[in-house]
C-alpha cells in the first residue's frame, strides 16, 4: 500500500489538518473569566468523534487504508443532531467545524489507495441505499446518502432526486435548496438543465 510519505502535497496539507484539529488548543484547559475564548465558547467534540479522527489519522499515516475509511465513515455517520464540532485551527476569534465538514474535507483530499479503499467498502452500501430512497421515493433514505456518502457522483444523485421530490411535492424552497447544492457537483452538458430547473423553483 502507498504510505503517506509518498501522498502528494495537497493530501499531505489535509492530514496535517486533521493532525491539528486533534492538537490542545492554547489555553483551552483554563477555566478562568480572562480566558480570552470566554465560557461560552468553550465548545468541544464529544470523545467519540475526536477519537475516530486520531484513528483515521493514525491508519492514514501508516497507508492503512481499509481501517482509515471505516474512521472517517463513523465520522460521516454522526447524526447532525448532535451538534459534534472540532476547533477550527488557529481561527481567532474562535470558530468551529462540524465533524461533516471534516470528515468531507478528509474525504477530498484521500490519495487513490484511500479512494479504492473507499470504493471496495462504502460504494455499494451508498449505492443500495440510494437504490431504496428512489424506489420507495423516500426523502429521508436519499437524504442519508447524501449526508453519510460523500463521493460526488452519489452526492449529486441524491440532490437531483432531493430536487424532484421537492418539485413533485411542490416545496420550491427546498428544491432550490437541493438544485443549489447539485449545481457545482454537474459538468459540462450537465449544468444546463440544472441551471433551468432551478431558474423556475
Same mark, same amino acid.
Given at each position: 500500500?502507498?504510505?503517506?510519505?509518498?501522498?502528494?502535497?495537497?493530501? !499531505?496539507?489535509?492530514?496535517?489538518?486533521?493532525?491539528a !484539529?486533534?492538537?490542545?488548543?492554547?489555553?483551552?484547559?483554563?477555566? *478562568? $473569566?480572562?480566558?480570552?475564548?470566554?465560557?461560552?465558547?468553550?465548545?468541544?467534540?464529544?470523545?467519540?468523534?475526536?477519537?475516530?479522527?486520531?484513528?483515521?489519522? +493514525?491508519?492514514?499515516?501508516?497507508?492503512?487504508?481499509?481501517?482509515?475509511?471505516?474512521?472517517?465513515?463513523?465520522?460521516?455517520?454522526?447524526?447532525? *443532531? +448532535?451538534?459534534?464540532?472540532?476547533?477550527? $485551527?488557529?481561527?481567532r476569534?474562535?470558530?468551529?467545524? *462540524?465533524?461533516?465538514?471534516?470528515?468531507?474535507?478528509?474525504?477530498?483530499?484521500?490519495?487513490?489507495?484511500?479512494?479504492?479503499?473507499?470504493?471496495?467498502?462504502?460504494?455499494?452500501?451508498?449505492?443500495? /441505499?440510494?437504490?431504496?430512497?428512489?424506489?420507495?421515493?423516500?426523502?429521508?433514505d436519499?437524504?442519508?446518502?447524501?449526508?453519510?456518502?460523500?463521493?460526488?457522483?452519489? +452526492?449529486?444523485?441524491?440532490?437531483?432526486?432531493?430536487?424532484?421530490?421537492? !418539485?413533485?411535492?411542490?416545496?420550491?424552497?427546498?428544491?432550490?435548496?437541493?438544485?443549489?447544492?447539485?449545481?457545482? /457537483?454537474?459538468?459540462?452538458?450537465e449544468?444546463?438543465?440544472?441551471?433551468?430547473?432551478?431558474?423556475?423553483?
Amino acid at each position: 500500500m502507498r504510505r503517506l510519505a509518498t501522498a502528494p502535497g495537497p493530501v !499531505l496539507a489535509a492530514f496535517a489538518a486533521a493532525a491539528a !484539529l486533534l492538537a490542545p488548543v492554547p489555553g483551552a484547559a483554563a477555566d *478562568s $473569566p480572562d480566558d480570552e475564548r470566554g465560557r461560552l465558547w468553550q465548545v468541544r467534540t464529544e470523545s467519540v468523534p475526536r477519537n475516530d479522527l486520531k484513528e483515521f489519522t +493514525r491508519h492514514a499515516e501508516r497507508g492503512e487504508w481499509r481501517a482509515a475509511i471505516l474512521r472517517l465513515q463513523d465520522l460521516l455517520d454522526v447524526p447532525p *443532531s +448532535r451538534c459534534s464540532v472540532f476547533d477550527v $485551527p488557529g481561527s481567532r476569534p474562535p470558530r468551529f467545524e *462540524s465533524v461533516a465538514a471534516t470528515a468531507r474535507r478528509l474525504f477530498d483530499g484521500l490519495p487513490p489507495d484511500g479512494r479504492a479503499a473507499w470504493e471496495e467498502l462504502q460504494r455499494r452500501p451508498a449505492e443500495d /441505499l440510494l437504490a431504496r430512497g428512489l424506489r420507495t421515493r423516500s426523502a429521508a433514505d436519499i437524504d442519508e446518502v447524501r449526508r453519510r456518502y460523500p463521493a460526488a457522483d452519489v +452526492r449529486r444523485r441524491a440532490h437531483d432526486a432531493l430536487a424532484t421530490l421537492a !418539485l413533485a411535492a411542490g416545496d420550491f424552497d427546498r428544491a432550490a435548496v437541493e438544485l443549489e447544492a447539485l449545481l457545482p /457537483l454537474c459538468a459540462g452538458a450537465e449544468c444546463a438543465p440544472v441551471a433551468a430547473r432551478l431558474a423556475f423553483a
